[in-house]
């Protein structure tokens, strides 16, 4: 036999296998060829629309003047990236012999699907639709989620956000938590935020001697709001407590402090305690009045000028017991 024969052979079995029907869906018959042809289509649909989500994302980066900002045209490539899927997968379907025009059968489909247990990635699915399509999350965003999750968000999927925290570490969100849970927002429509900045001293201390000071300190940090009218920082009283005077610094920061709250707290505090020290205020140490009802107590000075309490011997018996 020569090797042109066998391999003319071999090619009519395999594309005998390859074209031996599996089942018959309508007038198609639904052999290996077609299913390979259905993975193909698929595949070239997520390809294609990962192709054009970022071609899309380069041309809107690269534009001047563009009417849409950077979460506006995420939420736009998004979407259309989920609807070239939809369409690629209808027309996998429809090469497969599936008539599209049966809605009833792709609803059973989806039906039996959901049944089965698919309950939550169709509903993230359909959240993540919500959040593109409502914009009350945006990527770039600062939230603070119901469970304490709490960061930038910087991927909104088709099945889960990814927040990233301030020290870097991803976290993978369900996006149906967002819709069914309380979420707090930091930067949803504005780009500033007012900070408490809660700190003491001593008793005895010019209190106005410590609001010039801690508005000094408000001055040596950039990113805090100092100029506009209606923004200022103040310093409150805020309690009368059991070592110290409570202030509190109420500070309006910019974009760049709002998302980082334990740096700029932080950053904060630094700069206070440089200014009361500079102004000679006093932080105070915690204080505790001891009251004896009888008795005495005898006390010692240390070495190191502490304060303690000496060992008393006890009493010698008394005259009456000698």
Not at 75 to 99: F, H, K, N
Not at 245 to 271: K, Y
């Amino acid at each position: 036999m020569k090797v042109e024969d066998l391999t003319d052979d071999i090619l009519q079995t395999l594309w005998h296998w390859a074209t031996l029907p599996w089942l018959q869906i309508g007038d198609t018959d639904v052999n290996l060829l077609r299913v390979l042809g259905l993975g193909f289509i698929l595949f070239f649909a997520w390809w294609f629309s990962s192709l054009l989500e970022r071609g899309l994302r380069n041309v809107a980066a690269r534009g001047k003047g563009t009417y849409m900002n950077s979460s506006g045209m995420y939420a736009l490539t998004r979407l259309i990236r989920y609807a070239v899927w939809i369409l690629g997968s209808l027309i996998g379907l429809r090469y497969l012999g599936l008539d599209l025009t049966n809605l009833a059968l792709i609803g059973g489909a989806i039906g039996v699907g959901i049944g089965f247990g698919l309950q939550n990635i169709f509903s993230n699915f359909i959240s993540g639709l919500i959040l593109l399509l409502e914009k009350t999350l945006k990527v770039g965003d600062f939230v603070d989620l119901q469970s304490g999750v709490m960061g930038r968000v910087t991927e909104i999927g088709m099945r889960y956000t990814r927040i990233t925290t301030n020290d870097l570490v991803d976290i993978i969100v369900p996006n149906s938590e967002f819709i069914n849970g309380r979420v707090t927002n930091w930067s949803f429509d504005e780009r500033y935020r007012r900070i408490h900045i809660p700190f003491g001293v001593a008793y005895g201390s010019d209190k106005h001697k410590v609001r010039e000071a801690v508005l000094k300190a408000v001055e040596a940090v950039p990113g805090c709001i100092t100029s506009v009218p209606a923004r200022q920082p103040d310093v409150w009283l805020t309690k009368f407590g059991d070592s110290s005077l409570d202030f509190e610094l109420v500070v309006w920061v910019e974009h760049e402090l709002m998302i980082s709250p334990g740096a700029t707290s932080a950053r904060l505090l630094w700069a206070i305690e440089d200014q009361l020290r500079l102004a000679e205020v006093e932080i105070p140490f915690p204080q505790r009045d001891l009251h004896l009802r009888s008795g005495s107590l005898r006390l010692e000075l240390g070495e190191q000028g502490q304060l303690r309490v000496a060992d008393t011997p006890p009493p010698g018996p008394g005259k009456d017991d000698a």
